[in-house]
């Protein structure tokens, strides 16, 4: 099912972010929906929304940086399951990588 959440939605660069109402569609197949718990605005959020300046991606949820529980999960998910505790991450993982085989960084090398 769709539900409603708050977010915090920067509409357009260099403008205030708005605290308002969203609707989050159920995930879709290889998806994982995350209740967030705890989030953050990181210097990557602010360079999007305050150094980027370009309309491509707007709008835009800000606050990718947090800690949740999973929510629901959409077909092909096995790796998850609703009730995990997870923290999302900006940057994919192959985990096929040195550095995803690594239990000391989760900086993927094919994600750049």
């Not at 959020?45 to 305050?50: A, E, N």
């Not at 949740?68 to 940057?91: A, C, M, N, R, Y």
């Amino acid at each position: 099912n769709v539900i409603k959440c708050r977010a915090a939605v920067a509409w357009e660069p260099n403008q205030p972010v708005v605290i308002e109402e969203i609707e989050v569609a159920p995930p879709q197949a290889g998806e994982v929906r995350i209740k967030i718990v705890a989030t953050s605005v990181c210097h990557s959020d602010l360079y999007h929304l305050l150094e980027s300046m370009h309309k491509d991606g707007f709008p835009t949820v800000l606050g990718h940086e947090g800690a949740g529980i999973v929510e629901s999960v959409g077909p092909g998910v096995t790796e998850f399951q609703p009730g995990d505790k997870v923290i999302p991450h900006f940057l994919c993982q192959c985990k096929e990588c040195r550095f995803c085989k690594s239990p000391r960084t989760n900086q993927c090398e094919r994600a750049w």
